[in-house]
C-alpha cells in the first residue's frame, strides 16, 4: 500500500515559491521518523527554483518540466501529478492550503479516489496513518481525521502554521520525473496580475495593532495607523471590519484571514472569538484593550486595558513622543 | 443555459461548541441555514439566467430537514431543486457526497454549468466542487469573483488566487465554486416566497439514482474521524493595567520597552 514516502507539493506563485512550501517541508521532515520527503515541483524550463528548495533539506526533488506549466490550468497540473502518483504510490502527500492547493488537490484526490482532509492545523503520524487534525464547524470545534485504507493520504495544511526551517545539512537529489503533459485547452488562462499587498502584508510583520467593531471609528483607524508607523508595524482588523470602507479582506487576521506571528500584537476592541484567536496563537506579547473586563481576549493576553480603544490609543501616541 | 447550483444546509455561527468537559458535541440555535457562500452561487446562476435565459436547478444532498433551504432558494428565484435523501448517504465525506451529486447531475440531465459555494461554513474544505468536476471531467474555475458570459460556450471568470487575479476563459460544461465577494445575494420577496411553495422539488433515494452502495455515504468515504474535541486554548495570566490611559500606557512603554 504505497510506498514509504512523504511528498509535498512546491506551490509557484508570480514565478516564486509559495512560502507555504517550504514550511511543509520542514513540518514533513520533523514527523517523517525515517521516511523519505520529497518535494514534488512542477515547473516551466527556466525557472530552477530547486536551488531555492534545496536550502530546506528534502531527501530529494522530483521535478515535472515543461514550458506549458507557466499558465497551467488546475486540470492540466492535476493530470501531470496524477501521472507520477500513479507511477510511485507515496504515502502522503501534502499541499498547501492556498486557493491553488485547495483546487488542485481535489482533483488529484477524485482520480485516485483516495482521501483528502482540507486545511489542516496539524499532522502526525501514528503508526503508518497520518493523523489529520482539522477545524470544524469554524475553529471551534477540533477533529481528527485519518484515511486508513487508501494511500497516498492527502492533505491541505493551513499557510504559517509551521515554521520553515533552513537545513544545508542534507543535498537533496534531484530528479526528473516522467510524465506527459496533456494540454486542455477547454479553459485558458488569459492573464494573471499579481496583487499588491504590500501594504498589508500582515504575515511577516512584528508589530500589528488590531482593530475590532468595538474600536471601530474613523478617528481610531487613523490613530490606529500613527501608531503602526510609529512601532514599525501594520493595522491587522477583524472580520467585521473588512466591511468598513478603510480595509479589505487581506487586511483580516483570523481562521478565514491572515495567520499573524508578531513580536506584539495589542488588540483594540476585538472580543476573541476562537474564528480571530486562532489567526494569533504565535504572537509573543499581546496587549488586549476592550470595556468588558470578562472579554474572552484577556484569556490570551499579557497586558489589560479595561476602558476605551480611542483612549488608549491617544495616550499610547501621547507618551510616546 | 441550464445551471445546476448545489447548496447545503449548515448549523447557523458559531452555534454549535465542544462542552470541554464531556468532549460531546453541544448545539445551540436555529436548526441551520443555507451555507453563505451557497447564496452567491445562486444568485451568480440567477444573473446568469437574465442574460442568457435557461433554467437555474438547486441540488443537494441531505436529510428531509434540508427541504426548507432548498425552499429558500426557489425564493430567491431558482426554478426547480432536488434533493438527494437517504440514510444511505449518511457519513459521506467529501469523495462520497461528490459521488451522489454527480448521480443526481448525471439524472438531472447535464448542466451547462455547475456552481458551487466556495466552501461550506460546517466542513470547510471547499473540495465537493472539484472532486464533481473531476467525476463529470469538466474543467473548473474556483474561488470566483466575477463571471461573465461570452457566448452561449464560454464565459470568463476571475479568480482570486490571494496573490494574484487570474482570469479564465472557460468552455461549458464547465464547474465554478465563489467566493462571497463576487456578488450581493438577492432577498427573497414576499411573492417569491409563495411562489416558491408551487416550484417542483423532487426527493431522489439511492434506488432512484442506481449508485454503487460501495460507493456512497460512510462506506464510500476513505476518511474517517477519529476524535473531535474542544480546540486546546493556550491561555496567559493577564496582568490588567491603571483604569488611567495615561499610566496604561506608560507602564506598557517602559515594560515592553517601546
Ligand atoms: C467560518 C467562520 C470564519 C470566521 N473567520 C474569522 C476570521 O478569520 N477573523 C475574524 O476576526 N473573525 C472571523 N469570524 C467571525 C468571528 O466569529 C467573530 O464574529 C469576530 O471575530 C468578532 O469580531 P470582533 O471581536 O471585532 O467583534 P465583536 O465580537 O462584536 O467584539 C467587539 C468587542 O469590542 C468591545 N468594545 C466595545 N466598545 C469598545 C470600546 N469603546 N473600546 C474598546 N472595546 C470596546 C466589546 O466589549 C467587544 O468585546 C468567523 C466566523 C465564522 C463562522
Ligand atoms: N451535501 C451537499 N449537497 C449539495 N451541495 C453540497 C453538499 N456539500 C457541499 N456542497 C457544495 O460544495 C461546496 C463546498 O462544500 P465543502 O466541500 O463541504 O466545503 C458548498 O458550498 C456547496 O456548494
Not at chain 1, 518535494?39 to 516551466?44: H, T
Not at chain 1, 490550468?73 to 493530470?79: G, H, P, S, T
Not at chain 1, 492533505?155 to 545539512?169: H, M, S, W, Y
Not at chain 2, 442568457?52 to 433551504?69: A, C, R, Y
Request: hydrophobic share 40%.
Amino acid at each position: 500500500m504505497g510506498n514509504q514516502e512523504i511528498w509535498v507539493y512546491v506551490e509557484i506563485n508570480n514565478l516564486m515559491v509559495e512560502p507555504t512550501s517550504f514550511q511543509l517541508i520542514t513540518k514533513a521532515k520533523q514527523i517523517a521518523n525515517g521516511r523519505k520527503v520529497v518535494a514534488l515541483i512542477a515547473e516551466p524550463k527556466m525557472s530552477h527554483l530547486e536551488s531555492d528548495i534545496k536550502e530546506y533539506g528534502p531527501d530529494e526533488i522530483r521535478i515535472l518540466r515543461d514550458e506549458r506549466f507557466r499558465g497551467a490550468n488546475d486540470e492540466e497540473l492535476a493530470d501531470a501529478l496524477f501521472q507520477v502518483v500513479k507511477r510511485n504510490t507515496p504515502n502522503a502527500i501534502i499541499f498547501p492550503a492556498t486557493v491553488r492547493g485547495r483546487s488542485v488537490a481535489p482533483r488529484l484526490q477524485a482520480k485516485l479516489q483516495t482521501g483528502l482532509t482540507a486545511d489542516c492545523l496539524d499532522i502526525y503520524y501514528d503508526g503508518d496513518n497520518l493523523v489529520q487534525v482539522k477545524p470544524t464547524y469554524g475553529d471551534g470545534v477540533m477533529c481528527n481525521i485519518i484515511c486508513p485504507d487508501k494511500r497516498p493520504q492527502m492533505v491541505t495544511v493551513r499557510p504559517n502554521i509551521f515554521e520553515a526551517k533552513v537545513d544545508r545539512t542534507i543535498k537533496p537529489k534531484i530528479q526528473a520525473a516522467e510524465f506527459e503533459f496533456h494540454e486542455d485547452a477547454r479553459s485558458e488562462v488569459e492573464a494573471e496580475e499579481p496583487v499588491d499587498h504590500t501594504s498589508t502584508d500582515l504575515t511577516n510583520a512584528k508589530v500589528i495593532i488590531a482593530l475590532g467593531r468595538g474600536a471601530y471609528s474613523e478617528k481610531n483607524v487613523e490613530l490606529a495607523r500613527q501608531l503602526a508607523e510609529k512601532l514599525g508595524g501594520k493595522v491587522g482588523v477583524s472580520r467585521p471590519l473588512t466591511d468598513k470602507p478603510e480595509f479589505t479582506h487581506s487586511d483580516q487576521i483570523g481562521q478565514s484571514g491572515t495567520t499573524v506571528s508578531p513580536d506584539l500584537l495589542i488588540n483594540l476592541g476585538i472580543s476573541g472569538a476562537v474564528q480571530y484567536t486562532v489567526g494569533v496563537e504565535k504572537a509573543k506579547k499581546v496587549i488586549s484593550v476592550n470595556t468588558n473586563r470578562d472579554a474572552p481576549i484577556f484569556d490570551l493576553s499579557d497586558y489589560g486595558y479595561v476602558g476605551d480603544a480611542g483612549a488608549f490609543l491617544e495616550a499610547m501616541l501621547g507618551n510616546l513622543e | 443555459m441550464k445551471i445546476i447550483v448545489c447548496v447545503k444546509q449548515v448549523p447557523e455561527n458559531d452555534s454549535v461548541k465542544i462542552d470541554p468537559k464531556t468532549n460531546d458535541m453541544v448545539r445551540t440555535g436555529a436548526q441551520g441555514v443555507m451555507n453563505p457562500f451557497d447564496r452567491n452561487a445562486i444568485e451568480t446562476a440567477l444573473e446568469l439566467k437574465e442574460k442568457n435565459g435557461g433554467q437555474v436547478i438547486l441540488l443537494i444532498m441531505g436529510p428531509d430537514s434540508f427541504t426548507e433551504v432548498l425552499r429558500d432558494g426557489l425564493a430567491m428565484g431558482a426554478d426547480s431543486a432536488y434533493l438527494l435523501s437517504s440514510k444511505e448517504f449518511g457519513g459521506a465525506d467529501t469523495l462520497a457526497t461528490a459521488y451522489t451529486l454527480v448521480a443526481g447531475i448525471k439524472k438531472i440531465g447535464k448542466p451547462d454549468v455547475i456552481l458551487f459555494g466556495r466552501q461550506s461554513e460546517d466542513a470547510d474544505t471547499g473540495q465537493v466542487g472539484p472532486i464533481v468536476a473531476e467525476d463529470l471531467n469538466i474543467p473548473q474555475a474556483t474561488f470566483a469573483t466575477k463571471v461573465e458570459t461570452i457566448s452561449a460556450t464560454t464565459l470568463e471568470v476571475d479568480r482570486d488566487l490571494e496573490s494574484s487575479i487570474q482570469k479564465v476563459e472557460i468552455k461549458l460544461p464547465a464547474e465554478i465554486t465563489v467566493r462571497s465577494e463576487i456578488n450581493f445575494p438577492r432577498y427573497e420577496t414576499p411573492i417569491n416566497i409563495v411562489k416558491s411553495f408551487d416550484k417542483p422539488l423532487t426527493i431522489w433515494n439511492e434506488k432512484d439514482l442506481n449508485v454503487d452502495p460501495d460507493k456512497i455515504g460512510k462506506k464510500g468515504s476513505q476518511t474517517i474521524v477519529t476524535k473531535v474535541y474542544a480546540p486546546k486554548k493556550e491561555t496567559k495570566q493577564v496582568k490588567f493595567l491603571s483604569k488611567k490611559a495615561g499610566d496604561a500606557a506608560k507602564t506598557i512603554i517602559n515594560e515592553l520597552d517601546l
